[in-house]
T-cell receptor
Framework: ETGVTQSPTHLIKTRGQQVTLRCSSQ?????VSWYQQALGQGPQFIFQ???????GRGNFPPRFSGLQFPNYSSELNVNALELDDSALYLC????????????FGSGTRLTVV | QQQVKQSPQSLIVQKGGISIINCAYE??????FPWYQQFPGKGPALLIA?????SEKKEGRFTISFNKSAKQFSLHIMDSQPGDSATYFC?????????????FGEGTQLTVNP
């Protein structure tokens, strides 16, 4: 299977709730990064996982957490949702962590009300 | 902290014209500079990239110009077509390998009128 698949495509949550976003990467892509893209802005790096271990983190609080699984899938979890968490969340994967080899998914649009 | 600044925010060009988008960066450790194209409802897709050891890279109608001393780089789209209408992001990273992260500009919404 080729490409990066994210689910769900759209999600509406209430402030204070928790959310899990999912990403399925291409076979062999052992690195996954998550980005937050607010409306009208460029994506901002949340964190990266390499072979199931966190391998770098951006300026996001600990309530943003992740997991990467051996089957090249991954999750982004956000606890205690805030209104400002409303954004498009993008997953990008690559083989060997090469940034130039990133393939981005189409994202999950999260709306917090 | 915006480490990569992009301009203009929006750009309207006639079909066949030249589209020019500019970016400036602050972190001198950046050594990989890609441009991404994003269509509505899609994730960003790599368009073209450059490393600072060259001043220009051309791929088809797309050219990156790089000025290391000024810490600026730009994307030129020659013979712009309506299908080029999209949002363009410049980005930068320190290295290209595991642990590297992309720092994106704020994006330029390009509209090419027929």
């Amino acid at each position: 299977e080729t490409g990066v698949t994210q689910s769900p495509t759209h999600l509406i949550k209430t402030r204070g709730q928790q959310v899990t976003l999912r990403c399925s990467s291409q076979s062999g892509h052992n690195t996954v990064s998550w980005y937050q893209q607010a409306l009208g802005q460029g994506p901002q790096f949340i964190f990266q996982y390499y072979r199931e271990e966190e391998n770098g983190r951006g300026n996001f609080p600990p309530r943003f957490s992740g997991l990467q699984f051996p089957n090249y899938s991954s999750e982004l979890n956000v606890n205690a949702l805030e209104l400002d968490d409303s954004a498009l969340y993008l997953c990008a994967s690559s083989a060997g962590g090469v940034v130039s080899g990133y393939t981005f998914g189409s994202g999950t649009r999260l709306t917090v009300v | 902290q915006q480490q990569v600044k992009q301009s203009p925010q929006s750009l309207i060009v006639q079909k066949g014209g030249i589209s020019i988008i500019n970016c400036a960066y602050e972190n001198t450790a950046f050594d990989y500079f890609p441009w991404y194209q994003q269509f509505p409802g899609k994730g960003p897709a790599l368009l073209i990239a450059i490393r600072p050891d060259v001043s220009e890279k051309k791929e088809g109608r797309f050219t990156i110009s790089f000025n290391k001393s000024a810490k600026q780089f730009s994307l030129h789209i020659m013979d712009s077509q309506p299908g080029d209408s999209a949002t363009y992001f410049c980005a930068a990273s320190v290295g290209e390998t595991s642990g590297s992260r992309l720092t994106f500009g704020e994006g330029t919404q390009l509209t090419v009128n027929p």
